[in-house]
Structures are given as C-alpha cells and as structure tokens.
T-cell receptor
Framework: AQSVAQPEDQVNVAEGNPLTVKCTYS??????LFWYVQYPNRGLQFLLK??????LVKGSYGFEAEFNKSQTSFHLKKPSALVSDSALYFC????????????FGSGTRLSIRP | DGGITQSPKYLFRKEGQNVTLSCEQN?????MYWYRQDPGQGLRLIYY???????QKGDIAEGYSVSREKKESFPLTVTSAQKNPTAFYLC????????????FGNGTRLTVT
C-alpha cells in the first residue's frame, strides 16, 4: 500500500529566503507524485507533478520540486519566498498497483514573515 | 468554464440525520473522489469511483455511502452511523492518465450538532 509523510507541521521562513517543504513516500511500483496548495476554506490547487526522468521539476508560482529515488523524497522548494506563499501545502502519491487510489500527506503550513 | 461544483458550501444538521453532499463535474473525467479534511490530519480518502456504476471504499468509508449513476455526479451521503461527521468535505476528479492531477471543488463544511 502506498503512503506519504510530511514530517513538518509548520515551516517558517523570512520573505526573500529559500524555502523547502519536505515529503517522503512509499509505493510498491512507480511513483506518481504531486504537490498541491490550499488557501483558507478552499479546495486544493495543483502546483506540480513528478515527471519520470526529471529530478527537478518546475511548477506554478515559481515552485519546483526535487525528486530523490534513493531517499524516496519529493521535496517542494522555492528560491525566494513571498508573503503570498503562506498557505497549506500537501504532497500526494499514487502508484502502479492501485493507480486510482490517491493518498495525501498530513499537510505543512508554510508561514512567510515580511 | 470547466470545473467541479460542490454544494452547499455550508451545511448544518442535527445528530441522527442523514445528509447528502453534492458533487458535479463538467470536465468529462472518469474518476471521482471524496476526501475528508480535519485539522492536523490532512486529507483522508472516503470513497472513489473510476467509472459509472462502480466505486471503491477508501481508508475511512464507515458511516458513508456514495452512488455513481452518472459520469458527472458523485454524491456522498453522511449517515447517522458516522460517529464524528463534522468536517470539511472535498470532492475531486481526474482522467484515466496516472500522471494527471486531481481537480478539486471548493468543499462543503458540514456541522452536526
């Protein structure tokens, strides 16, 4: 069965500094990995997804994610944080064995201070 | 504009009553999902459906039921057997490509007193 972990409930970063939101996963086959962002009282918005063969993928709003197969990680990154990046971020995974089942991490609240 | 519509946005019910949450999509997606969101617990999968007239239990299906009579619609019924029904419920859909992301509705906040 697949699983995904986001070890940090909250990440605090000063505006202009780089940010990293961590995600590790466990799947029985090939991983299909995604990052989403959620603003208060709204649904989730897609940010980016892992593309096979690309260890660094770029997505919306200047975000990117680094895939590491040996560490089974897919960390979300941004070189320079903005206050408007403050939101709840979720990592999600689906795998080959049950491709329709999509599992989410517990979420990481990102807080960017001016 | 294509998208997913969840209604109502806020729903209040008395304990012991069943309640049905609506989810409609016009994206022509085959697969649809229901998730429950509680503070600090992220999203937990309730039910999902890959095709009309077929659906599977997720990780927390007890106390919930669904139907998929039409491709566009995937209503969720929260029954009186659900012990802690107060939560934020999110509906999502995607196509058959495993690399395709989910598209989410804006959620229904259910409060049961």
């Amino acid at each position: 069965a697949q699983s995904v972990a986001q070890p940090e409930d909250q990440v605090n970063v000063a505006e202009g500094n780089p940010l990293t939101v961590k995600c590790t996963y466990s799947v029985s086959g090939n991983p299909y990995l995604f990052w989403y962002v959620q603003y208060p009282n709204r649904g989730l918005q897609f940010l980016l997804k892992y593309i096979t063969g690309d260890n660094l993928v770029k997505g919306s709003y200047g975000f990117e994610a680094e895939f590491n197969k040996s560490q089974t990680s897919f960390h979300l990154k941004k070189p320079s944080a903005l206050v408007s990046d403050s939101a709840l971020y979720f990592c999600a995974v689906r795998d080959d064995s049950s491709a329709s089942k999509i599992i989410f991490g517990s979420g990481t609240r990102l807080s960017i201070r001016p | 504009d294509g998208g997913i519509t969840q209604s109502p946005k806020y729903l209040f019910r008395k304990e012991g009553q069943n309640v049905t949450l609506s989810c409609e999509q016009n994206l022509n997606h085959d697969a649809m999902y229901w998730y429950r969101q509680d503070p600090g617990q992220g999203l937990r999968l309730i039910y999902y459906s890959q095709i009309v007239n077929d659906f599977q239990k997720g990780d927390i299906a007890e106390g919930y039921s669904v139907s998929r009579e039409k491709k566009e619609s995937f209503p969720l019924t929260v029954t009186s057997a659900q012990k802690n029904p107060t939560a934020f419920y999110l509906c999502a859909s995607t196509d058959r490509n495993r690399n395709s992301p989910l598209h989410f509705g804006n959620g229904t906040r259910l409060t049961v007193t």
